[in-house]
């Protein structure tokens, strides 16, 4: 049964002792029952918003200026969204897999609203929208942490819904900020809280871009997992998923392949650090070998073929297939033998990609004797194999030469002396003059 305002008042003005206090508590009471009954679920927020009323709040201005993108986009949707229950507040405990982070809110803003808004963010310079990305992202870390400033924006909810139509309209926006956030000062696998709010800005970019969200997680998220997380297995978790989702699209692994190849960038796709990572991850000792290197070897073969994708510039195609071939022969010379027999696989890729390889090793064996040895034998063991790729493209000659001269030698013979004679004189006739010396060194 419901109390009258009168039997309420008297009540409190016998606990309080003040008739004006009581009034005060009664009327305080009903403002917060009245809020309380005006909070609305975030879809329905979404939903109220009048597409002719942004329009004209947007108007014609192109902001230059971060806090132009602040007043007009981040206020408007803040007042927008500001009868929103806590429940949206960051970080979003409730939402543990990437499938439940990924679109929010984007999930919820009608159509009409978001092409508004795109149309306004498409006019917006580059540099704007950098600084934009990289002020929210402090501000989020400073929210935190405890840390309020004034001038910054007061609705959370206005910043993630300015952030989702921004990354998902203008992508490569992100580009220029990855190497800033791998800077030490960030630290983001001391924050949990951080990561996952980084792995949310990539997801809004991996969805309309797969290139962008792949080199993203390839040259920010995937050192994390090597270095800092073995201890953290639902960041490890979070980053996972995000390649997986990436690599789960239709037309992704096509159109990341025909991108990886005509890449004129001079940072690749998928950088050679970042595969230098990979291989370890994917390939560990038996007794490293850990739950989650079965997703590793699932996302591989793709990430590998990425990885190696073809320079568009001849002299850049060479310079790479000698870094690789190096970072083969490092991985076969360490005794994990299933790393060692996928480095050497990708060794033997190189040499018949560039045959400046070949003379390369000549000068490097030395350095990798247990790799050299290894390479050279698979070579020997695999001749038909290899003998039919080179007969079929346009490699040059001097591989196939090298390959049959090793062919010719007995098997029997120490496998350092067949390395030796058989590389070095291949190499001397095809390529100059090397070291006589170094026909009759011994590698120990």
């Not at 305080?28 to 004209?56: C, G, Q, W, Y």
């Not at 692994?253 to 994917?282: G, H, K, M, N, Q």
């Not at 850990?290 to 990425?306: H, I, M, S």
């Not at 390369?360 to 390479?375: E, F, I």
Request: hydrophobic share 40%.
């Amino acid at each position: 049964m419901c109390k009258s305002p009168e039997i309420i008042i008297e009540k409190l003005r016998i606990e309080t002792g003040s008739e004006k206090r009581a009034k005060m508590l009664v009327l305080n009471r009903s403002s917060a029952d009245s809020t309380a009954k005006e909070k609305v679920t975030l879809p329905k927020a979404f939903a109220k918003i009048d597409p002719s009323d942004l329009s004209r709040s947007l108007d014609d201005l192109i902001p230059s200026s971060v806090e132009e993108v602040i007043s007009k986009l981040v206020v408007y949707f803040g007042r927008a969204l500001s009868g929103v229950t806590v429940e949206y507040k960051y970080p979003w405990s409730e939402m543990r897999s990437l499938i439940q982070l990924i679109d929010f809110p984007f999930r919820h803003i009608p159509e009409p609203i978001y092409e508004i808004a795109a149309d306004w963010i498409d006019k917006v310079e580059d540099k704007t929208l950098y600084n934009f990305v990289i002020r929210s992202f402090k501000w989020t870390r400073d929210r935190l942490a405890g840390i309020s400033k004034p001038t910054e924006p007061n609705s959370e909810l206005g910043v993630f819904a300015a952030l989702s139509m921004i990354l998902r309209t203008r992508p490569l926006v992100l580009c220029p900020i990855l190497p800033v956030l791998r800077q030490r000062y960030y630290h983001l696998e001391r924050s949990p809280e951080m990561l996952q709010f980084t792995v949310w800005m990539m997801a809004q970019v991996a969805q309309v871009d797969y290139c962008s969200g792949l080199q993203s997680w390839a040259s920010n998220l995937l050192p994390l997992v090597r270095d800092k997380l073995k201890d953290n297995p639902h960041s490890m978790d979070l980053i996972l998923q995000l390649i997986e989702n990436v690599l789960s699209h239709p037309r992704a692994v096509d159109i990341i392949l025909e991108d990886a190849e005509e890449d004129e960038e001079d940072e690749r796709l998928f950088p050679i650090p970042s595969f230098e990572i990979l291989l370890p991850l994917t390939f560990p000792a038996s007794f490293e070998s850990v739950n989650v290197t079965e997703r590793f070897v699932a996302v591989y073969p793709l990430l590998k073929e990425v990885a190696l994708a073809d320079e568009p510039d001849i002299e850049k195609m060479k310079e790479f297939t000698q870094c690789v071939f190096d970072l083969s022969l490092k991985f076969a010379e360490q005794g994990n033998p299933v790393l060692a027999n996928e480095a050497t696989s990708i060794a033997i890729w190189c040499l018949t990609k560039n045959v400046n390889c070949c003379n390369h090793w000549v000068t490097v064996y030395m350095d990798t004797p247990k790799a050299s040895v290894a390479l050279l034998k698979r070579l020997v063991e695999e001749w038909k194999d290899h003998s039919r790729t080179l007969s079929s493209s346009p490699s040059d000659t001097r591989i196939r030469a090298l390959c049959q001269r090793t062919n010719e030698a007995s098997l029997q013979e120490e496998p350092v002396l067949l390395f030796t004679k058989k590389l070095t004189s291949t190499a001397k006739r095809f390529q100059g003059d090397y070291p006589v010396g170094m026909a009759s060194s011994k590698v120990v």
